[in-house]
């Protein structure tokens, strides 16, 4: 049978747009070069992290930028091996920040932020999904007055935005939520309808249950090239060809590498991040817990813990440095006397970024019928049902609920 869609990518976003086409109506076919939740998707904290309405291109990032960027195993690290490639992303990222975008990029990001927390509600009873959820919360920690008193205007702009919190002040305060934490923090933040899901992979390979129960199809396949049809589009793989009245490219890090066949060049970088996941029994986690100044967070996965975050803006195909996710597990049993970090479980995933923080959802400009809905960062699980919706409604040709000129790739 032909698809009328073909979707590329089995990630959070492809399978979950893949579920929305196929909830519509459409015949639809998912192609993805390793399988279901196989890279990124697999390895993720877990979070629907919906209060992060703050884009990373923040005025003044760029001045912390040097001080990060000397120490390789911080939080923000480029390799010396990289540098030079990455050099006009960061140009583009310092541009993004400057306060005469910023607004614009803080309302696409609440904007999407809003539109995917609905959208998930309705998919949870959709495809009965809540056995797959984790409704603890999440703490923000901070080690000083100071450095507390520096997150007030983050945390004035998610009350802006209606978002519930509490704040917290001293050691007895974080210990009534979160026993086993380290005295050294003195105040935190605390979200209480923040999101996580026991284990990501498990939640896309349960999202794509639903998507083959529904008819939907899921195959193995490596993408060449993508070329515009008269009516269509030819999709080029490794030992065939396939033609579909749509595509949906939906590939993560590998996106731009596709839209560059159609002759789109969008300037997607590689934010490589690390973590250890611990089995149960590690630590009595409560909640989704963000270490902010040391950029990694701890989280509740199938009952254990993982450790991770920090970024490595290192690309594709340089190998991978573990003693970033070394260094993470000493500071978590530092930050959580008591975590017993034995046996862990190291990875490596690559978050697909863009300088403006903002994914690029819509139609290519080479081809009417070639949509992109990739670049989504730290944020991909989080913002992956809102971009299905978005997906659904571009495909079907109705007006969007939101407006998507923010996320077009013609911007860049």
């Known amino acids: 049978m032909t698809p009328q869609v073909v979707v590329i990518g089995a990630g959070v976003i492809g399978v979950t747009a893949a579920l929305e086409l196929r909830r519509r109506g459409h015949s639809v076919l998912v192609l993805d070069r390793k ?61 993004a920040s400057r306060p005469d975008r910023y607004s614009d990029l803080l309302g696409a990001q609440a904007s999407l932020m809003r539109l995917s927390m609905t959208a998930l509600d309705r998919l949870i009873c959709d495809i009965d999904a809540e056995h797959l959820l984790q409704r603890d919360g999440q703490m923000q920690l901070y080690e000083s007055a100071a450095e507390f008193r520096a997150s007030l205007p983050a945390w004035n702009l998610r009350r802006e935005h209606g978002i519930e919190f509490e704040l917290l002040e001293g050691p007895a305060a974080i210990a009534e939520k979160q026993p086993g934490l380290s005295t050294r923090f003195t105040h935190a933040g605390f979200t209480p309808n923040w999101l996580n ?38 999709i080029a793989c490794a030992d065939r060809t396939i033609d579909a009245a749509k595509a949906v490219v939906a590939a993560g890090a590998w996106s731009h590498h596709i839209a560059q066949s159609l002759g789109d060049r969008i300037p ?145």
């Open 268 to 412: 997607l970088e590689t934010e490589r991040g690390y973590n250890t996941t611990l089995s149960e029994g590690a630590f009595d986690l409560r909640m989704h817990l963000t270490f902010s100044r040391h950029g990694f967070v701890a989280s509740k996965i199938n009952g254990g813990v993982r450790v991770g975050g920090a970024v490595e803006l290192g690309g594709l195909t340089l190998p991978p440095n573990f003693k970033r996710a070394d260094v993470l597990l000493d500071k978590a049993a530092a930050f959580l006397p008591g975590l017993k970090t034995d046996g862990g479980m190291q990875w490596m995933g690559f978050r697909p970024s863009l300088p403006d923080s903002i994914p690029v959802i819509g139609t290519s400009p080479n081809s009417a019928d070639v949509l992109y809905a990739f670049g989504h960062g730290h944020l991909g699980l989080t913002q992956s049902v809102g971009t299905a919706e978005l997906v659904g409604a571009l495909v079907d040709g109705q007006e969007p609920p939101i407006s998507m000129t923010p996320y077009a790739a013609t911007r860049f």
């Open 197 to 234: 899901t026991i284990d990501p992979k498990r939640w896309v390979e349960h999202l794509a249950k639903a998507f083959q129960t529904r008819g939907g199809r899921i195959e193995r396949e490596e993408i060449r090239t993508l070329s515009p049809q008269e009516n269509g589009v030819r």
């Open 35 to 95: 399988g279901i939740a196989a890279e990124t998707s697999s390895g993720n904290a877990g979070a629907f992290a919906f209060p992060e309405v703050e884009p990373l291109a923040t005025p003044g990032i760029m001045r912390k930028a040097p001080k990060w960027l000397l120490d390789p195993l911080g939080p923000l690290s480029i390799p010396p091996a990289y540098a030079l490639k990455i050099a006009p992303w960061m140009y583009r990222f310092w541009r």
